[in-house]
């Protein structure tokens, strides 16, 4: 397989790889208010250079054909994220202010259908290679019993926390909700339909994207989880969970490149 | 003509993998009522229509192009 990885892609995973680690080895060394800055700024500037590959992939692409549309998806997904990153980074470092439901939310918010959506197309487009039946039962199984376990470890308690605003409680629940049904499932599905490429390059780049939004999905609950009982802060180690999950979607998307 | 199936399937592998490549073979062969086998340079309009319609939802149109041509070449 490395004998048809790019100097460019192998350059991406290296410098995404150093920057995710000299970001969080940073936060270790500083106190806060700096470590939030760090944190903040540094995540978003390896989303918004993840969000630079995935739409230079498109870039290349032919307009109209159906690759192309798939790698929009991603791409608008990974550019929605750094822009709530944006908007984040602004309200926290530039105004000082750390509030719940913010105006980074709409943005967050919107990853989930348009991500979700690129990995169901992504999914579809391999099902003349795999049992698609089989593959869907599969993934609704694990998901369901993923919800429930979720529903019983955490989501019962946001549901029935009366000290939390009707508005802070409905986003609590949409996170991790479309954590499961709209990132994880769509990347399960998307797996599962490509492993029957095994390694063949036209395999390879969604290997990349499925392992990051499924990073991204298990990242999200925990930040859920840890935000509901008031342990996280900027500068959290799970914060590398994200910060790999959209280098790995780069990584994808410069394999991608890698085949014109 | 056994030398065209390993042909195209060694074109076909590195991109799907060998599973799906022979399997794209033996179903092209199928589809113009012949075995695997039997496949000759005569028939690659049809396994050009194939690989493309086959290739079309995963892969670029450049590297499509690519491989059919790839694939031309070796069996012509």
């Known amino acids: ?52 590959v995935v739409f230079r992939t498109v870039a290349r692409l032919t ?119 709209l990132l994880f499932a769509p990347a399960l599905f998307a797996a599962l339909s490509v492993r029957s490429l095994g390694t063949g390059r036209l395999a390879v780049p969604w290997w990349g994207v499925t392992l990051g939004v499924a990073l991204l999905a298990v990242t999200d609950a925990a930040f859920g989880w840890l935000d509901f009982q008031g342990l996280y802060s900027s500068g959290n180690i799970i914060d590398i969970g994200w910060m790999l999950g959209y280098l790995s979607i780069a990584v994808g998307a410069s394999l991608t490149r890698d085949l014109l | 003509m056994a030398f065209v199936v390993d042909m195209i399937v060694s074109v076909l592998a590195p991109y799907v993998g060998q599973t799906q490549a022979d399997t794209f073979v033996r179903a092209t062969a199928l589809g113009l009522g012949k075995t695997s086998d039997d496949l000759g340079a005569q028939d690659m309009p049809s396994i050009e229509n194939n690989v493309r319609r086959l290739l079309k939802p995963v892969a670029p149109a450049a590297t499509i192009d690519g491989i059919v041509t790839e694939i031309e070449r070796s069996i012509a």
């Open chain 1, 63 to 181: 307009p109209g054909e159906p690759l192309r549309t798939r790698w929009m998806l991603v791409a608008a997904g990974v550019g929605l994220f750094a822009a709530g990153d944006a908007v984040w980074s602004v309200l926290e470092v530039f105004l000082g202010q750390n509030p719940f439901p913010s105006s980074a939310d709409p943005f967050y918010l919107a990853v989930y259908p348009v991500l979700g959506a690129g990995l169901i197309s992504a999914a579809l487009a391999f099902r003349q290679f795999a049992n698609v039946r089989r593959i869907v039962l599969v993934t609704t199984a694990i998901t369901l019993a993923l919800a429930a376990a979720l529903y019983v470890g955490f989501l019962h308690a946001v549901i029935t926390d009366t000290e939390t605003t009707g508005l802070a409680r409905a986003l609590s629940v949409a996170y991790p909700l479309g954590d499961i049904f």
């Open chain 1, 1 to 52: 397989m490395s004998d048809w990885v790019s100097r460019r892609t192998r350059l991406v995973a290296l410098v995404g790889v150093l920057a995710v680690m000299l970001v969080y080895v940073t936060t270790l060394l500083l106190a806060d208010p700096a470590k939030t800055v760090v944190s903040d700024l540094g995540e978003f500037a390896i989303v918004l250079a993840a969000a630079v």
